[in-house]
């Protein structure tokens, strides 16, 4: 079964097509989600909105499970679904100067276009300043190239690393994320209630 492009039940043809599908349904729910709004995205570093983490813990979640559930029943070929290289160095510089960015500007590459779509005058400032990282980057890549290309692990995943079973690993992950909902509800609701003391 699935993937269904490289097993040919449909045309490479159709790449582009879903590509764009899925961009514009991937928009939508970021929208639905508030992750347009810096305010709501920046909460999570202040404590007041938990909502980015919520939302992406839920993601995992279900795209966890239900990978493993198609792939008991025969409905997906995970051997077949492109795993990114880790080249861990470059990944854990490029995971702090990302967080900083969402920190300092309040979006991601993709809220912010999000955020651009229903006309928010700071998503585009942060937009124009994303090209232009990406294009001063793009120029000096030969003095990173050497960095860029370190700490090759290959196709690794967590079960690869850990050794543990990827049933149990997405068990635990499920208990985590449900303790992680819990938690950063009790915390907002005594950030939101120290704030309306304090407002007072």
Do not use: H, Q
Not at 2 to 18: A, K, R, T, Y
Not at 30 to 59: D, M, W
Request: hydrophobic fraction near 55%; glycine fraction near 12%.
């Amino acid at each position: 079964m699935g993937p269904l492009i490289p097993n040919g039940i449909i045309g490479s043809e159709w790449d582009f097509v879903i590509a764009i599908l899925l961009g514009v349904a991937f928009g939508f729910i970021l929208e639905a989600s508030g992750f347009s709004s810096s305010r709501n995205i920046t909460g999570v570093f202040y404590g007041y909105n938990f909502v980015v983490l919520r939302v992406f813990f839920t993601a995992l979640i279900v795209a966890m499970v239900g990978l493993m559930y198609f792939d008991y029943f025969g409905w997906l070929d995970l051997s077949k679904i492109f795993i990114l290289p880790t080249y861990i160095y470059p990944m854990i510089l490029g995971g702090v100067i990302m967080g900083f960015g969402f920190i300092m500007g309040g979006f991601c590459p993709g809220t912010s276009f999000t955020a651009i779509a229903i006309g928010k005058i700071d998503a585009i400032v942060f937009t124009i300043g994303l090209y232009l990282g990406i294009f001063i980057f793009s120029e000096s890549y030969p003095l990173f190239e050497s960095f860029y290309n370190s700490g090759n692990l290959g196709n690794v995943t967590l079960t690869d690393v850990t050794g543990i079973p990827a049933p149990w690993f997405a068990a635990a992950f499920t208990v985590v994320a449900l303790a992680a909902f819990w938690g950063t509800m009790f915390i907002e609701k005594r950030v939101r209630k120290n704030t309306k003391e304090y407002k007072f």
